[in-house]
């Protein structure tokens, strides 16, 4: 078969994904086997692939094809997220566009457009990350809207109901006015950002006088029900008793007094808007104040604001503060840094609002959650989220679980007409029957029943995942949720540690009473070189695909993960693919090259070939231990790493370098055979990050059985290596390093033979061989004195000599050999410092100490060689 003469990433890549699909090698059922298990982190049905995508989905490839080559059953269930405000703002934008208003259209009507928007650019997200290689079980993908899912939700909110864990109230919630939707704490993204600090006056009733307020936001002061100040406060004793007058629409509102106010802030008068501050809000319930809203759902001005109605809240800040400022109210504005909340969702400024929604109590939930991470029965990499985590859960408050839109799982509760009263229940029939038993009447229709418009968080969905994916809710015992649950490792984002994370792991313990996995990976942010986060907005983040298209999508899972390490942020750019790219490039090289090699059956091995497969073996296992090692530590760029360099280092550059034949020459049969199970092994090592490469090159390899793949073969196992056949070769590619320095410096041709002559100290001759063959000389000597006229390596294993006869420079070498043994005096100087230090040697550990020590030895043991071969150069 001919090889072609360039890897081809994009005919290998559809040709291979093709076939894995058709031979259903991504599939799993329950088995014997031990299962590994991943649930994807669900995308937004809106989504398309951005940066942070690829990353967190190649780790999770990688991870499910090394669980594959360690003989389990692998199941990476992949699925999509309804993401009920981004899709309802979608659909609401596409209606817009041809002239339909949401407002003009029932819930019905507008549902229908939003499943068919859903039925056409819903799968696009799982298509693209086909294209990455990722090996989901295609068959088990879910949607969080699909008939069982939602009938998950619904039963789990009824069950939480029923355990008086969820519940109806008013309460200060955060709104968001261009979703028109209240949104959970999580959901809010606060920002430091310039604002103004505007000092009004309110006139005392029945005086001339004047209160002083300052506040950001002018707009509310139509809603203050009342002013406050500190009890302890001096200056304001005066005021105890009395009334003011709300400037512009003169409502009288009582001075309270309450400590909560702080007497450094403003003027130490505080403006109280009940229903638009949190903290106002706790002082109208202590102090009985009325609530006063003034905003519409949009964030415009209402009827009890009085003036400026139907205005947008930023517009009438501007409007009032010119206002206050013409009637003499203004006394003036400062300069002032705040944080404001924004929404998640929409990036629109949170407006803070009393509203009636749905709650669900999180204390008693949270601590199951909290314990388990907080003592590593849930292992979350890296360990430093804990500290953050474990804040989040002691201070967890209710979760607002209820949205004002269309899209998502309607809340199953039933009002009953004529009253306030309401029923909650999985079906409308079940409401029914609910509903005549709480009102005791039996003629009670279904048209007396409306149900609640409301839909649930999209959260609420997802914290079920691990479970519902598996229809652990609905069939508790079913053979997949006892089989695949727990899951074994979640890859996530930070920022939705709380989010989600935690609302699983509370969702595990209420279900399953169990962990829904054992490891959480947190990837970084991947940001551009000046740091700034990836974002279309900013247009910084290319186009996952096209650098697909461009470097092969082994190539970016590469680049992705040479450094992004967990928790850390991933600085990106197209230097990372690029060299990913030309490392598939050296391998297919590689491959080529053993391929190109014809067999000489009566041939034996070298004894350059017999040293270096000793050697290799010895790096090999040495590496594979190395490797393992990350993977259970989860230092996954690590892993990549060494892999990498084991590949380019010492397999490419020195292994196949020492065996491969002359020009023109064949290769023995056992060399041949064993560099062939060699490339075999680094191409298993290399499978879970460089999926296609690895199939094309292993398919030809050898022959293969009909539906086999490299993801059917084991992990090449661990084993003990010698440390010190390692060593010994690394003496033996210092001496070749030398070796050619000296020809590129002495502009010797490498075509010419050299004498390699040694002054033994410490070397060992085994692989002579190789040297001879990598730095093609004539010979090895061993000598008892120095080489005059010689080019010279002094180092703790030998002094090693070329002899140059007319070609060499004796002062240039003295020069050199001066100015090295300076830098050696000082390094020597550097480290006799620190061993002198005694607060250094009492506290430094034993083997740091032995470090120094050894470095002491090394520098002295140079200085001498060098300060004799300095003399004999003067001779």
Same mark, same amino acid.
Not at 564 to 582: C, K, M, T, V, W
Not at 675 to 698: A, G, R, S, V, Y
């Given at each position: 078969?001919? %090889?072609?003469?360039?890897?081809?990433?994009?005919?290998?890549?559809?040709?291979?994904?093709?076939?894995?699909?058709?031979?259903?090698?991504?599939?799993?059922?329950?088995?014997?086997?031990?299962?590994?298990?991943?649930?994807?982190?669900?995308?937004?049905?809106?989504?398309?692939?951005?940066?942070?995508?690829?990353?967190?989905?190649?780790?999770?490839?990688?991870?499910?094809?090394?669980?594959?080559?360690?003989?389990?059953?692998?199941?990476?269930?992949?699925?999509?997220?309804?993401?009920?405000?981004?899709?309802?703002?979608?659909?609401?934008?596409?209606?817009?566009?041809?002239?339909?208003?949401?407002?003009?259209?029932?819930?019905?009507?507008?549902?229908?457009?939003?499943?068919?928007?859903?039925?056409?650019?819903?799968?696009?997200?799982?298509?693209?990350?086909?294209?990455?290689?990722?090996?989901?079980?295609?068959?088990?993908?879910?949607?969080?809207?699909?008939?069982?899912?939602?009938?998950?939700?619904?039963?789990?909110?009824?069950?939480?109901?029923?355990?008086?864990?969820?519940?109806?109230?008013?309460?200060?919630?955060?709104?968001?006015? +261009?979703?028109?939707?209240?949104?959970?704490?999580?959901?809010?993204?606060?920002?430091?950002?310039?604002?103004?600090?505007?000092?009004?006056?309110?006139?005392?009733?029945?005086?001339?006088?004047?209160?002083?307020?300052?506040?950001?936001?002018?707009?509310?002061?139509?809603?203050?029900?009342?002013?406050?100040?500190?009890?302890?406060?001096?200056?304001?004793?005066?005021?105890?008793?009395?009334?003011?007058?709300?400037?512009?629409?003169?409502?009288?509102?009582?001075?309270?007094?309450?400590?909560?106010?702080?007497?450094?802030?403003?003027?130490?008068?505080?403006?109280?808007?009940?229903?638009?501050?949190?903290?106002?809000?706790?002082?109208?319930?202590?102090?009985?104040?009325?609530?006063?809203?003034?905003?519409?759902?949009?964030?415009?001005?209402?009827?009890?604001?009085?003036?400026?109605?139907?205005?947008?809240?930023?517009?009438?800040?501007?409007?009032?503060?010119?206002?206050?400022?013409?009637?003499?109210?203004?006394?003036?504005?400062?300069?002032?840094?705040?944080?404001?909340? $924004?929404?998640?969702?929409?990036?629109?400024?949170?407006?803070?609002?009393?509203?009636?929604?749905?709650?669900?109590?999180?204390?008693?939930?949270?601590?199951?959650?909290?314990?388990?991470?907080?003592?590593?029965?849930?292992?979350? $990499?890296?360990?430093?989220?804990?500290?953050?985590?474990?804040?989040?859960?002691?201070?967890?408050?209710?979760?607002?679980?209820?949205?004002?839109?269309?899209?998502?799982?309607?809340?199953?509760?039933?009002? %009953?007409?004529?009253?306030?009263?309401?029923?909650?229940?999985?079906?409308?029939?079940?409401?029914?029957?609910?509903?005549?038993?709480?009102?005791?009447?039996?003629?009670?229709?279904?048209?007396?029943?409306?149900?609640?418009?409301?839909?649930?968080?999209?959260?609420?969905?997802?914290?079920?995942?691990?479970?519902?994916?598996?229809?652990?809710?609905?069939?508790?015992?079913?053979?997949?949720?006892?089989?695949?649950?727990?899951?074994?490792?979640?890859?996530?984002?930070?920022?939705?540690?709380?989010?989600?994370?935690?609302?699983?792991?509370?969702?595990?313990?209420?279900?399953?009473?169990?962990?829904?996995?054992?490891?959480?990976?947190?990837?970084?942010?991947?940001?551009?070189?000046?740091?700034?986060?990836?974002?279309?907005?900013?247009?910084?983040?290319?186009?996952?695909?096209?650098?697909?298209?461009? $470097?092969?999508?082994?190539?970016?899972?590469?680049?992705?993960?040479?450094?992004?390490?967990?928790?850390?942020?991933?600085?990106?750019?197209?230097?990372?693919?690029?060299?990913?790219?030309?490392?598939?490039?050296?391998?297919?090289?590689?491959?080529?090259?053993?391929?190109?090699?014809?067999?000489?059956?009566?041939?034996?091995?070298?004894?350059?070939?017999?040293?270096?497969?000793?050697?290799?073996?010895?790096?090999?296992?040495?590496?594979?231990?190395?490797?393992?090692?990350? $993977?259970?530590?989860?230092?996954?760029?690590?892993?990549?790493?060494?892999?990498?360099?084991?590949?380019?280092?010492?397999?490419? +550059?020195?292994?196949?370098?020492?065996?491969?034949?002359?020009?023109?020459?064949?290769?023995?049969?056992?060399?041949?055979?064993?560099?062939?199970?060699?490339?075999?092994?680094?191409?298993?090592?290399?499978?879970?990050?460089?999926?296609?490469?690895?199939?094309?090159?292993?398919?030809?390899?050898?022959?293969?059985?009909?539906?086999?793949?490299?993801?059917?073969?084991?992990?090449?196992?661990?084993?003990?290596?010698?440390?010190?056949?390692?060593?010994?070769?690394?003496?033996?590619?210092?001496?070749?390093?030398?070796?050619?320095?000296?020809?590129?410096?002495?502009?010797?041709?490498?075509?010419?033979?050299?004498?390699?002559?040694?002054?033994?100290?410490?070397?060992?001759?085994?692989?002579?061989?190789?040297?001879?063959?990598?730095?093609?000389?004539?010979? %090895?000597?061993?000598?008892?004195?120095?080489?005059?006229?010689?080019?010279?390596?002094?180092?703790?294993?030998?002094?090693?000599?070329?002899?140059?006869?007319?070609?060499?420079?004796?002062?240039?070498?003295?020069?050199?050999?001066?100015?090295?043994?300076?830098?050696?005096?000082?390094?020597?100087?550097?480290?006799?410092?620190?061993?002198?230090?005694?607060?250094?040697?009492?506290?430094?550990?034993?083997?740091?100490?032995?470090?120094?020590?050894?470095?002491?030895?090394?520098?002295?043991?140079?200085?001498?060689?060098?300060?004799?071969?300095?003399?004999?150069?003067?001779?």
């Amino acid at each position: 078969m001919e %090889i072609a003469a360039k890897y081809n990433p994009k005919e290998v890549e559809d040709k291979w994904y093709r076939y894995w699909l058709e031979k259903g090698l991504f599939r799993s059922v329950p088995d014997s086997r031990k299962p590994y298990t991943i649930v994807i982190p669900p995308p937004n049905v809106t989504g398309v692939l951005h940066m942070g995508h690829m990353l967190n989905n190649t780790i999770q490839d990688l991870l499910i094809r090394r669980a594959r080559m360690a003989g389990k059953n692998a199941l990476w269930v992949p699925g999509i997220d309804h993401a009920s405000i981004a899709t309802e703002a979608r659909v609401v934008a596409k209606l817009k566009s041809e002239g339909i208003e949401k407002k003009d259209i029932s819930r019905e009507e507008f549902l229908e457009h939003a499943w068919e928007w859903k039925r056409k650019h819903g799968g696009i997200i799982l298509e693209q990350l086909k294209k990455l290689g990722a090996s989901c079980d295609w068959e088990r993908t879910k949607f969080t809207m699909d008939d069982d899912m939602s009938e998950s939700v619904i039963h789990v909110f009824v069950d939480l109901y029923n355990k008086g864990k969820i519940y109806r109230g008013v309460r200060m919630v955060n709104w968001d006015p +261009s979703a028109k939707t209240a949104v959970s704490d999580e959901e809010v993204i606060y920002r430091e950002v310039r604002s103004k600090l505007y000092y009004i006056k309110y006139r005392i009733d029945g005086e001339d006088g004047f209160v002083t307020v300052a506040t950001t936001r002018p707009e509310t002061i139509l809603g203050d029900t009342a002013v406050c100040i500190n009890p302890a406060d001096k200056r304001f004793q005066h005021l105890k008793g009395k009334k003011v007058y709300v400037p512009l629409i003169n409502r009288l509102v009582p001075i309270i007094q309450d400590e909560y106010v702080d007497m450094e802030f403003g003027t130490g008068c505080l403006k109280v808007t009940p229903a638009h501050d949190i903290n106002d809000y706790e002082l109208g319930i202590k102090h009985n104040l009325e609530r006063i809203d003034i905003f519409n759902d949009d964030g415009t001005l209402n009827e009890k604001a009085e003036i400026l109605i139907g205005t947008d809240r930023f517009k009438a800040r501007t409007k009032i503060v010119k206002m206050l400022d013409g009637e003499g109210l203004l006394v003036k504005e400062e300069e002032y840094t705040n944080k404001i909340g $924004y929404s998640e969702r929409t990036d629109a400024v949170i407006e803070p609002r009393l509203s009636m929604q749905w709650f669900m109590k999180m204390k008693d939930l949270a601590q199951p959650a909290l314990d388990n991470v907080m003592n590593d029965n849930i292992k979350l $990499y890296p360990s430093k989220y804990k500290n953050t985590y474990r804040y989040w859960m002691e201070n967890v408050r209710d979760w607002c679980i209820s949205r004002q839109l269309w899209w998502g799982h309607r809340i199953p509760a039933w009002y %009953i007409k004529g009253g306030s009263d309401f029923v909650v229940a999985e079906t409308p029939e079940k409401a029914l029957a609910l509903a005549r038993e709480k009102s005791e009447t039996e003629g009670l229709m279904p048209c007396d029943l409306k149900q609640d418009e409301d839909v649930l968080d999209t959260w609420f969905s997802s914290w079920l995942w691990p479970i519902s994916v598996f229809d652990g809710i609905r069939n508790p015992g079913n053979p997949d949720i006892s089989y695949y649950y727990p899951t074994d490792d979640l890859i996530t984002a930070p920022e939705i540690l709380f989010f989600w994370v935690a609302r699983m792991i509370m969702a595990g313990y209420e279900y399953k009473g169990e962990k829904p996995f054992h490891n959480v990976y947190l990837t970084g942010i991947v940001r551009d070189t000046t740091r700034r986060k990836m974002s279309k907005s900013l247009g910084n983040s290319p186009d996952p695909l096209a650098l697909i298209e461009k $470097y092969g999508a082994d190539g970016v899972r590469v680049g992705m993960l040479l450094c992004s390490p967990a928790g850390n942020d991933l600085l990106f750019d197209e230097s990372l693919p690029e060299q990913g790219r030309n490392f598939a490039n050296k391998i297919w090289n590689a491959f080529r090259l053993i391929k190109s090699w014809k067999i000489g059956p009566d041939l034996l091995p070298t004894d350059a070939a017999r040293v270096a497969i000793n050697w290799f073996y010895e790096q090999l296992k040495k590496d594979i231990a190395e490797i393992e090692e990350a $993977y259970q530590q989860y230092r996954i760029s690590e892993a990549l790493m060494t892999v990498y360099k084991l590949f380019w280092d010492e397999f490419a +550059s020195w292994y196949l370098e020492i065996i491969k034949p002359m020009p023109g020459e064949p290769i023995d049969p056992r060399t041949m055979k064993v560099t062939i199970d060699i490339f075999e092994t680094l191409l298993k090592l290399l499978h879970p990050f460089m999926p296609f490469i690895t199939e094309e090159i292993w398919q030809q390899l050898k022959e293969r059985p009909a539906r086999y793949s490299i993801m059917n073969e084991r992990n090449p196992a661990t084993a003990a290596y010698d440390k010190e056949k390692i060593r010994e070769y690394e003496v033996a590619k210092d001496i070749v390093a030398f070796v050619r320095n000296t020809r590129s410096e002495k502009q010797i041709s490498p075509r010419e033979k050299l004498v390699l002559c040694i002054k033994r100290i410490a070397y060992d001759d085994d692989f002579d061989a190789a040297i001879v063959k990598l730095a093609n000389l004539s010979e %090895i000597r061993f000598v008892e004195e120095k080489v005059e006229g010689a080019a010279s390596l002094i180092n703790r294993y030998g002094e090693f000599y070329i002899p140059l006869g007319d070609l060499h420079d004796y002062e240039e070498e003295r020069r050199k050999l001066e100015k090295e043994l300076e830098y050696t005096r000082g390094f020597l100087e550097s480290v006799l410092k620190k061993l002198s230090n005694e607060n250094f040697v009492n506290n430094a550990p034993a083997k740091v100490l032995e470090m120094e020590q050894k470095k002491k030895a090394d520098a002295e043991a140079k200085i001498k060689s060098i300060e004799e071969h300095i003399a004999h150069l003067k001779k």
